[in-house]
């Protein structure tokens, strides 16, 4: 069975700086791409960061220069680290993981799929003026 579960969310200043982690358990292995997305109340799901099967991270461009993605090699521990945040960035902050390649780069994720690859329950981060 597969789990994503996202910890690390907080409330912080804007300027500030937070790492949000998601701890995946299953069988999520190497042939899966794995990303961030984010969604506040009334809109729709956003990309944010992801990292593909080749390991090249990929960002849109509202978080390029100051989100980080990384995972571990064996693909169990995904993390997003956040400097610089913005109030902007408030939103509630989940973990993905699809074997499909409509989630190789996030920056072309326009509209996601339905029905498709691994979803967390997601982590809150509120970033405050």
């Known amino acids: 069975q597969v789990q994503l579960v996202e910890s690390g969310g907080d409330s912080v200043q804007a300027g500030g700086s937070l790492t949000l982690s998601c701890e995946i358990s299953?069988?999520?292995?190497?042939?899966?791409?794995l990303a961030w997305f984010r969604q506040t109340p009334g809109k729709e799901r956003e990309g944010v960061a992801g990292?593909?099967?080749?390991?090249?991270?990929t960002y849109v461009d509202s978080v390029k220069g100051r989100f980080t993605i990384s995972k571990d090699k064996a693909n169990r521990v995904l993390q997003l680290k956040m400097n610089s945040l913005k109030p902007e960035d408030t939103a509630l902050y989940i973990c993905?993981?699809?074997?499909?390649?409509?989630?190789?780069?996030?920056?072309?994720?326009?509209?996601?799929?339905?029905?498709?690859?691994?979803w967390g329950r997601g982590t809150q981060v509120t970033v405050s003026s």
């Open positions: 299953g069988n999520i292995d190497g042939t899966y791409n």
């Open positions: 993905a993981a699809s074997s499909g390649t409509w989630l190789r780069d996030i920056s072309l994720v326009k509209k996601i799929p339905g029905g498709v690859g691994f």
């Open positions: 990292v593909n099967t080749d390991g090249t991270p």
